[in-house]
């Protein structure tokens, strides 16, 4: 069993950065891939970025490469996403989930363990 919790959202401007952070409980984390998704309202959930268990493997939404970053330290059990240029259409509720094996996936629906999200608002 994984809990996660997301902190780092908040109101920005268009072109600027946050960093989002997702501190995970449990003693297993390095064995899950972690991923970051988003969701606007009226809009089904989407992956923004994902990481495999051990950080090596990386995969990113198309409308966000090049300006976010993916990364984890699983010593502290955290999973970062650096978010540079920031785009008013990225303004969303961002998620942190964990899947239950290694490997990198960009759909939502393999993901077993969700937080609450924390929300990101970029004006123009």
């Known amino acids: 069993q994984v809990q996660l919790v997301e902190s780092g959202g908040g109101l920005v401007q268009a072109g600027g950065s946050l960093r989002l952070s997702c501190a995970a409980s449990g003693r297993s984390f390095s064995y899950y891939a972690m991923g970051w998704f988003r969701q606007a309202p009226g809009k089904e959930r989407e992956v923004v970025a994902t990481i495999s268990g051990g950080g090596a493997g990386t995969a990113y939404a198309d409308s966000v490469k090049g300006r976010f970053t993916i990364s984890r330290d699983n010593a502290k059990s955290t999973v970062y996403l650096t978010m540079n240029s920031l785009k008013p259409e990225d303004t969303a509720v961002y998620y942190c989930?964990?899947?239950?094996?290694?490997?990198?996936?960009?759909?939502?629906?393999?993901?077993?363990?969700w937080g609450q999200g924390t929300q990101v608002t970029v004006s123009s």
């Open positions: 989930a964990a899947r239950s094996t290694g490997a990198v996936s960009l759909n939502p629906s393999d993901y077993t363990y």
